[in-house]
């Protein structure tokens, strides 16, 4: 009688778990449908807002608390969040910080463990991408993978730099050596940071260590006083979010396909390029928003002070959100987008490549990694490219300044920049006369927002249709119309 009773039990217990699982499923895939997005979009969503709970239970009950506390509570809120996400593909992850960590101890402050790490890491991205790929936008592991991919082969080379002799290391380099040795659980919670996993941003394990230590607050012994920032963050994210949400059917990449939208006069399919390669973007700005606001809420996002004493929460920025809106040059929209990616692949690639004495290569694979990185799909190669042309065009008319300087100086916006460039505006007496007319101002700020956002949609084609069919489709027809005949084509 006993036996049978704990087995109805174990039965009901188990018919319970699949009816709760399956509830849930069900909940989530009605909301995600009423708001027009998908169950894994959602599901994304609400982990990114986790983060602001997960941060205040930090603040409240573990800032000054013992490292391996923090660092177990950092692991076990990013597992969780990632098998919410990705259920038991956890292991992609959970696997490459483990290799990683015996990678660091056994082969040690090497150029081995360093090259090793790029390697595998990014083999391992690639394959994910490979046997993952589609043809549309999904959220799968390798989403939050390939910011994990940066933050490992990041920590090797900080790792290799710390057994240098200091005197021999730049002052970045210097900043971000680690001159310890990083137990796997320090890894983990480096690794799983609730705040940075899916999306980022990029964060050093030195300045990760400085939150764990207690060393992030603006006020010494206490808690920091980041609440009103965070919120700032978190507002402007929420509204990015609202629009993105309300807009995002009737503005989508699937409509520059349509034979509704060829049938369209040109000047039309422009506009719409131009607010549909504007409008996509905004998913971005909304997360990395939103996941700034939890890194400045935990503290990691203190940068010090301004030298009027005020504290600065802009270490985790991935956004310039006024410049990215104003700013009507496509440098300025490189320089306030994705703003810790860029400044990691200037930081561990671009400078790195100073041993082959060329900077204009150096920018090549710079821009060749970037491209791999996002995918294996052609239109983030085309994209890439694309960027390039279009900013060494927008400075031969005079449109910029500078991009002179060695590979130590060089910042991360200016990974696009040629080393020259003729300034066609300024060499022209009658173009710099027009140029200095301040009444004709706001025409020309109009103008060139119009050429920098209608160029902009027209890279970002590739980058959001993936595959050359698609993309080549979305944009043969502004070619041939701007070619006025089909010879562009080849046709």
Not at 74 to 81: D, M, Q, V
Not at 330 to 345: D, L, P, Q, R, Y
Not at 391 to 406: A, F, N, P, T
């Amino acid at each position: 009688m006993a036996s049978s009773a704990e087995g109805d039990e174990g039965t009901v217990v188990a018919l319970a778990g699949v009816l709760q699982s399956g509830f849930q499923e069900l909940s989530l895939n009605k909301l995600a449908t009423s708001l027009g997005a998908s169950e894994q979009a959602l599901r994304l969503i609400i982990s990114i807002f986790l983060g602001y709970p997960f941060a205040l239970f930090y603040r409240h009950y573990l800032f000054y608390k013992e490292s391996y506390l923090i660092h177990l509570y950092h692991t076990f809120t990013g597992l969780s969040i990632a098998y919410f996400n990705f259920g038991n593909q956890l292991y992609h992850s959970l696997l490459c910080i483990v290799l990683q960590f015996l990678i660091l101890r056994l082969m040690g402050r090497t150029i081995t463990a360093v090259l090793t790490t790029f390697c595998f890491q990014m083999a391992y991205l690639l394959a994910g991408y490979y046997y993952t790929a589609t043809g549309n936008y999904d959220i799968k592991w390798t989403m939050p993978h390939c910011v994990l991919t940066l933050k490992l082969i990041g920590l090797a080379v900080d790792y290799f730099d710390g057994g240098k002799d200091q005197n021999s290391l730049s002052s970045e380099q210097q900043k971000y050596a680690i001159r310890g040795v990083p137990s796997l659980l320090e890894v983990a919670g480096f690794s799983y940071f609730y705040g940075a996993f899916l999306v980022g941003p990029q964060f050093s394990m030195n300045h990760y260590m400085k939150l764990v230590q207690g060393e992030l607050t603006d006020i010494p012994g206490k808690i920091p006083n980041s609440t009103i920032p965070a919120l700032k963050r978190l507002s402007l994210g929420l509204f990015y979010l609202v629009g993105y949400t309300l807009l995002s059917p009737h503005i989508t990449e699937d409509y520059l396909l349509t034979e509704d939208y060829d049938n369209h006069p040109f000047w039309f399919r422009c506009m719409y390029m131009l607010i549909w390669g504007k409008f996509v973007l905004y998913k971005y700005v909304t997360c990395w928003l939103v996941t700034e606001g939890v890194c400045i809420l935990t503290g990691l996002g203190f940068n010090g002070f301004e030298e009027k004493g005020k504290a600065k929460w802009d270490a985790c920025a991935n956004m310039k959100v006024w410049l990215f809106e104003t700013n009507p040059r496509f440098t300025g929209t490189i320089a306030s987008f994705n703003i810790n990616t860029n400044a990691w692949v200037a930081r561990y690639f671009f400078k790195r490549l100073k041993f082959l004495g060329n900077k204009e290569l150096s920018q090549g694979l710079s821009l060749l990694f970037l491209a791999l990185w996002h995918g294996l799909h052609s239109g983030y190669l085309v994209c890439f490219q694309m960027e390039f042309l279009i900013v060494i065009v927008e400075r031969q008319v005079g449109l910029q300044g500078g991009g002179e300087g060695g590979y130590e100086g060089q910042d991360a916006d200016e990974l696009l920049l040629p080393p020259q460039a003729a300034r066609l505006i300024q060499q022209s007496p009658t173009l710099s006369n027009l140029a200095a007319i301040t009444a004709l101002q706001p025409f020309y700020y109009l103008v060139q927002q119009t050429i920098h956002w209608l160029f902009m949609g027209y890279s970002m084609t590739a980058f959001c249709l993936f595959t050359w069919d698609k993309w080549l489709k979305a944009s043969e027809g502004l070619l041939m119309r701007l070619g006025g005949t089909h010879c562009i084509l080849g046709q």
